[in-house]
């Protein structure tokens, strides 16, 4: 089992950054794929940006440019930087990770992962 924990999330305005990161409880994290995910109220969840051990980065169009996924291997951390939030940023950002080799092939798929956090609320409005 891998705990993974979320912070860094909260009320920006429209052009505002945030850095989420996500610790998690394992050394062997490291050797996972993991991404980024999430959800606004009434959608579904959606996968923004992924990376490999190997640190061999996916975003999704949406956030292509603003968004920047990155780990520290040492501290067993994941980390999402967002750039020029907009309103439609607005959602709960979640992190998740793959111990069974399922994510590479389609690494924004929910599917793929089978380690999740609980998640951070990030809101972007004036």
């Known amino acids: 089992q891998v705990q993974l924990a979320e912070s860094g999330g909260g009320s920006v305005q429209p052009g505002g950054s945030l850095r989420l990161s996500c610790a998690a409880d394992r050394d062997f994290y490291p050797r996972y794929y993991k991404a980024w995910f999430r959800q606004a109220p009434g959608k579904e969840r959606e996968g923004v940006a992924s990376?490999?051990?190997?640190?061999?980065?996916f975003y999704a169009d949406s956030v292509n440019g603003r968004f920047v996924i990155s780990q520290d291997n040492d501290k067993n951390t994941l980390y999402l930087q967002i750039n020029n939030l907009k309103p439609e940023d607005t959602a709960m950002y979640y992190c998740?990770?793959?111990?069974?080799?399922?994510?590479?092939?389609?690494?924004?798929?929910?599917?793929?992962?089978?380690?999740w956090g609980q998640g951070t609320q990030v809101t972007v409005s004036s």
């Open positions: 998740a990770a793959d111990s069974l080799a399922n994510a590479a092939g389609n690494p924004l798929r929910i599917g793929g992962y089978n380690y």
């Open positions: 990376i490999s051990s190997g640190g061999t980065t």
